[in-house]
């Protein structure tokens, strides 16, 4: 087996939101009881949203969080890009597949160096292509436009439903999850896979 593409999360692997943080902001916008009363809807819409179907301004307001105050809860993954990122092989090909709307996108595109590493046709977002991981629809869609068989794609993802999927598709995948694994461990991971 030859590995030919990386595949990369953004949230929990690239970068990640500061829970503590975004915790602190929604307890200050939302009372109690409005919080359960739409937290359902508000998870719809943000669903709807990641698939390209809806507005996510309009979920912003709906939260009444700013812009502004989710950049500041979002931060890169530094020990990714020092010792994974810079060191994959030079054939090997970089992608990154995501559930994420266009508004979080461009926030990350703001907080985290991605066009350092990745080429903006190289971005595979739920948005984009109308289907959301670990649905088959966005394994079929997001091995098109990497242009290579479900084999010859390695997955690094935080959510364990997204890596038994992506298998179950034919392909390879390893769990990462900046918060709890150490990028050491990833990295010698992606060294048994030949990619480093």
Request: some cysteine.
């Amino acid at each position: 087996m030859s590995i030919k593409a990386v595949a990369f999360d953004v949230g929990g692997v690239i970068g990640d939101i500061q829970l503590r943080q975004l915790m602190l902001k929604l307890g200050k916008s939302f009372k109690k009881s409005y919080l359960s009363q739409t937290f359902t809807s508000l998870k719809n819409l943000f669903r709807k949203s990641l698939q390209g179907n809806a507005d996510i301004e309009n979920f912003l307001e709906n939260l009444t969080l700013s812009r502004s105050d989710w950049g500041d809860l979002i931060k890169a993954n530094s020990g990714l890009e020092t010792q994974v990122l810079q060191h994959l092989g030079s054939d090997i090909e970089k992608f990154i597949i995501s559930n994420m709307e266009e508004l979080h996108w461009s926030i990350c595109l703001e907080k985290i160096p991605i066009e350092n590493y990745f080429q903006e046709n190289n971005c595979i977002l739920s948005c984009r292509v109308g289907a959301l991981k670990p649905q088959e629809a966005m394994w079929q869609k997001a091995t098109e436009i990497i242009g290579r068989p479900p084999k010859e794609v390695l997955l690094i993802d935080n959510n364990p439903a997204n890596v038994k999927s992506f298998i179950a598709f034919g392909g390879n995948a390893v769990r990462y999850f900046c918060r709890l694994d150490s990028t050491e461990k990833l990295k010698n991971n992606l060294i048994s896979f030949g990619v480093i």
